[in-house]
């Protein structure tokens, strides 16, 4: 008999971890605390795996219906060292606001009970996925900013890269384009915190930027900390997506890892398995990645990641970032 389960967060990670409960014939009921869907500071960039655990949770051609925007392409800027390649398979460009207000429909529409309000985990099985809750130890923290623009778009993504700052660019459904960069403190504080004055500030990026017409406010969020939680086991409590860890942004496999973690979370929840295996099993699916982009960390910081990154092919640096997806299904 599968049980009722509480999810705590209504974002990829806690309506994939509905859907995912709602297949096991687990009751669901959503608890979120904020107005919703919103904008949030993502790189919106939603790697070619995530059509399968699309596929997995039954909601693959409803979401091809949302038309995101096929990104075919990386370019990659170490400075004036550009790197580029084809993708062996398109990724999606997608909005958070659009994506968060895409899954929740779902999991409602297929049973979920959504309770507008906050929640704490109870005596039944929880998957919590609220998001980041954790502080930055410290005097140079890490920030990140976003906003859309309108103008050209194509099929890239556009990564640049110096020692202390991170910004991508990538096309979203509607002809937009998402700007989303990660700085310490502060480097923002040496521009006021306006995110135009920092892109401003680096020619290759203000030359990508320049066509563009920002259309929003920018957000800021943070400080960020990276890293996972794979080993702090609380029975009957399932953390799932950023709630789990947060893995570098540049790798651009936040959103996937959140999908996936919100799948075995809800699989897992629904089943009564033991909290420790499912980190385990969580722990499996994100290790490698998370250590790449760790690796790949340090090597931008100590400014050495341009040599090294030919010595790879581009496909071989984007795999290396990826959750082993085929683990979790």
């Avoid at 659009?98 to 309770?115: I, Q």
């Avoid at 499912?278 to 499996?284: G, H, M, R, V």
Wanted: glycine residues 10%; proline residues 6%.
């Amino acid at each position: 008999m599968s049980e009722t389960v509480t999810v705590i967060g209504a974002g990829p990670a806690g309506s994939s971890a509905a859907l995912s409960a709602l297949q096991q014939g687990a009751g669901v009921t959503i608890f979120e605390k904020t107005r919703f869907p919103r904008h949030k500071v993502c790189g919106e960039f939603l790697s070619p795996e995530a059509a399968v655990v699309f596929e997995k949770l039954g909601v693959l051609s409803e979401f091809l219906d949302l038309r995101p925007h096929p990104v075919t392409e990386a370019n990659v800027f170490f400075g004036a060292v550009n790197k580029r390649w084809k993708l062996d398979e398109a990724a999606f460009g997608i909005s958070r606001h659009a994506l968060d207000s895409f899954l929740l429909g779902c999991a409602v529409k297929r049973g979920a009970n959504l309770v507008r309000e906050a929640a704490e985990p109870g005596e039944g099985p929880t998957v919590v996925a609220h998001g980041r809750h954790h502080s930055s130890p410290g005097k140079d923290r890490l920030f990140g900013f976003k906003a859309h623009f309108t103008g050209p778009v194509n099929d890239s993504v556009d990564l640049f890269f110096d020692r202390r700052m991170y910004v991508g660019i990538s096309c979203v459904e509607d002809r937009l384009t998402d700007v989303c960069g990660l700085a310490p403190e502060t480097l923002l504080r040496q521009h006021g915190f306006e995110p135009d004055e920092l892109i401003g500030a680096v020619p290759r990026l203000k030359e990508r930027v320049s066509p563009l017409s920002r259309e929003m406010q920018w957000l800021i969020t943070g400080p960020l900390v990276f890293g996972g939680r794979f080993g702090r086991a609380v029975p009957g409590i399932y953390p799932a997506g950023d709630a789990l860890g947060f893995v570098d942004p540049f790798t651009g496999s936040g959103m996937l890892g959140a999908l996936v973690t919100g799948l075995v979370a809800g699989r897992c929840s629904a089943q009564s398995v033991p909290s420790s295996r499912y980190l385990s099993e969580c722990a499996n699916i994100l290790r490698s990645q998370y250590g790449a982009a760790s690796v790949f960390r340090r090597l931008v910081s100590w400014g050495v990641a341009d040599k090294l990154a030919w010595l790879l092919p581009g496909q071989q640096l984007f795999d290396l970032t990826r959750p082993a997806v085929a683990r979790a299904l």
